[in-house]
């Protein structure tokens, strides 16, 4: 090997057994260098007569954990991952793989092309290609149907979840379990019972299985794979494994992996990938602030969002104080907690003492002071600036000191809400998304004087409880509902000028988001910020709001409901409609679908290029991760930013000009360069 080569893969001789091993930490992945140092041990191996049998393993924590990612688009240096398999599975000796940790992606189709596999029951293997737009490329759609059947093989690809390796054995994927502390022993001496049997190749198996899978799989997933390319790429590979020779599907998947690599949705969710890890960065903060002790968590409010916040932290085994000032709204946030406990344990979610368990862990009080022993304290009350100044005062005198005093608003300045405490430092913004049990989305909102060790810790316990946290600064909104506010302003003019609920919703959700502006509304509550004067009447949603239509809760809002919810286009409101626009004196018009998405999605660009200026977002990607995770944006689309560039930063800036839009100086900047962010 040359100088500057890395020593990633050693070879060892146990007897008449070779020990080729992988040692690329942290995780195995392919590397250039670890597919030259298989092609020259394996090639080794072959060519020493006292060698009988080969076994393939990885030190550390992992077997082959998948393809090095960071070396996707670059030029390709080394050998052909596909010529090094090809190499393996044609070996003249029986080749065994040793599997520990996860064998995911790549690293499954390594251990593919070996004879046999042996496993560790605490081992993973699966192809979750499919999660980053792809398809696994170097066989694994050609292999898989030999080994565990047409069923397994489409599941396994187009779903792209791991299987454990007692499952995998019974699916024919690992042929022995091996010790979890003996592995390497154990593999050599499973090879050795292979001698007689010799090689096995893959290939040369036949594919079993019923292909009508493929079709079930279709049906079942329809609503979550709309819009994506991969899943269906995936079946269309396996479902060629059934009909083609060996060689002949190997070219097909190819050709499918190449279109999937080269096209914006594997760049898309590739960068949402490395979006979500390098969300958790915190700019300017010392990689080792010590973090703050977090053993018990107080939330305020057992409402729907101080019940769904306290159930993250539950979960997680950390106790938790709710407060309520009424006796029967805290019966009533206790008993939803429950019941959404005991309907995810009757699905098999938790065992009923897992239920009891965590209930067993919250305290429910009607006495702020009972949060005096609390670590950290999460308001979740209605948005009222005062009566969380009034809370935050109280909290002042209670908390002790080094508690994190914590707002889940979802728009106010946490900066005037620190003003009420005599430790600023400890006061920032922590806005969960609702459900929040469910969401995945956390704005972390750093305020002028949040302490750096407030923020880590926050950051921190948001991973801890499942999130994926994301630093914004203190402005209206914050991020994501910042962005959303020029999409919904836009959506209502549009209905003033001709378009209707229907129209303007189908085009989002053909986009790819999981409602329109108007579904989003009647979901959420059109009364939401209403005045509560149903003789004042200033807007359309005031006039909607003032005849009870408060979305579906009420069974009415923008659209009519059934008794399942299903929404039908609703008279009254476009006689509402009409009569506001009459009064305008507003010319009603034919209006595009392609106007409707520059004038409701170009903003939001607009919006978030104007963010990351004023430093509310620490970076671009970061604006993305926050409406994937918390508004639905579509994944292949990378999130708004990143969908900028695809759809052109010049095209986006001379849209909004023609509509009359002032342009972000960045976004500008962008266009003249014809880059996206």
């Known amino acids: 090997m040359s100088e500057e080569t890395p020593n990633s893969v050693t070879l060892e001789k146990d007897g008449n057994v070779a020990v080729v091993i992988v040692n690329n930490p942290p995780v195995n992945a392919l590397s250039w260098h670890v597919r030259e140092g298989l092609a020259n041990h394996f090639a080794a191996a072959l060519a020493d007569d006292s060698v009988e049998a080969i076994v393939l393993r990885c030190d550390g924590s992992t077997f082959i954990a998948g393809a090095d990612i960071s070396e996707f688009g670059k030029a390709p240096r080394g050998p052909d991952f596909n010529a090094v398999l090809n190499s393996i599975e044609q070996a003249t000796k029986p080749v065994v793989a040793a599997i520990h940790g996860t064998a995911l992606g790549g690293g499954l189709e390594t251990a593919l092309v070996c004879h046999y596999r042996v496993a560790v029951p605490s081992a993973k293997l699966g192809v979750p290609e499919v999660k980053l737009g792809l398809l696994p490329g170097a066989g694994g759609t050609q292999r898989l149907p030999r080994v565990v059947g047409v069923e397994a093989a489409a599941t396994m690809t187009s779903l792209g979840d791991p299987v454990p390796a007692p499952k995998a054995k019974d699916m024919g994927l690992v042929d022995a379990l091996a010790g979890e502390d003996s592995l390497a022993a154990d593999a050599i001496a499973f090879a ?75 760049a898309a969710q590739r960068h949402i990938f490395f979006a979500e890890r390098q969300a958790a960065k915190i700019d300017g903060l010392p990689k080792d602030t010590a973090l703050r002790d977090v053993k018990k968590v107080g939330v305020i409010g057992a409402g729907t969002m101080g019940g769904g916040i306290s159930m993250n932290f539950l979960q997680k085994g950390i106790p938790v104080t709710i407060v309520e000032m009424q006796q029967e709204a805290l019966d009533r946030g206790v008993g939803v907690i ?23 862990i919250l305290t429910p009080t009607l006495n702020i002071e009972d949060l005096a022993d609390c670590d950290l304290i999460i308001e979740a ?23 994190i005093l914590a707002s889940n608003t979802s728009y106010l300045d946490v900066d005037e809400i620190a003003t009420a405490t005599s430790r ?68 209502m003019n549009l209905l003033m000028e001709g378009a209707t609920p229907q129209q303007i919703d189908k085009v989002h959700v053909d986009f790819g988001m999981p409602m329109g502006p108007f579904q989003m509304s009647d979901l959420a509550g059109v009364d939401i910020g209403w005045h509560r004067d149903p003789t004042r009447i200033e807007s359309i949603r005031d006039a909607l709001a003032a005849k009870g239509r408060w979305g579906q809760k009420t069974g009415k809002g923008f659209y009519d409901y059934d008794e399942k919810r299903n929404p039908t286009p609703s008279a009254e409101v476009a006689e509402i409609i009409e009569d506001f626009r009459q009064h305008s004196n507003k010319a009603k018009r034919e209006i595009s679908d392609q106007e409707i998405i520059e004038r409701t999605l170009y903003p939001m660009v607009n919006e978030g290029a104007l963010i990351l200026t004023e430093g509310k977002a620490q970076r671009a990607s970061d604006i993305d991760v926050v409406w994937i995770y918390g508004y639905g944006w579509p994944v292949y689309r990378g999130g708004p930013m990143f969908w900028a560039g695809l759809e052109g930063t010049d095209k986006i800036v001379a849209a909004l000009e023609k509509h009359g839009f002032a342009v972000a100086p960045l976004l500008k900047e962008k266009a003249e360069a014809k880059s996206g962010f």
């Open 192 to 266: 050795r019972t292979k001698i007689a049997d010799g090689p096995r190749p893959t290939r040369e198996r036949a594919v079993f299985g019923d292909v009508a899978i493929i079709e079930q799989l279709k049906t079942a997933n329809a609503k979550r794979w709309r819009g994506f390319d991969a899943p269906y790429a995936n079946l269309a590979c396996v479902e060629a494994a059934t009909r083609l020779p060996f060689d002949e599907g190997l070219a097909f998947e190819r050709q499918e992996f190449t279109k999937l690599m080269f096209g914006s949705q594997s």
């Open 338 to 360: 429950r019941k959404n406990y005991e309907a995810s344990a009757a699905k098999g979610r938790f065992k009923p003492e897992q239920v009891e368990a965590m209930m067993g």
């Open 381 to 403: 009350v209605y948005e009222n600036m005062d009566v969380k100044k009034e809370i935050f005062a109280k909290l002042d005198s209670i908390a002790k000191p080094g508690a």
């Open 424 to 491: 600023p430092g400890d006061v920032l913004g922590m806005h969960f998304f609702s459900p929040a049990n469910v969401m995945k989305l956390l704005e972390v909102v750093r305020g002028e004087k949040t302490a750096p060790d407030a923020l880590a810790t926050a950051m921190a316990i948001g991973k801890k409880i499942g999130k994926v946290a994301v630093v914004a600064g203190v402005c209206d909104g914050f991020i994501g509902n910042r962005m959303l506010k020029p999409r919904q302003v836009e959506a």
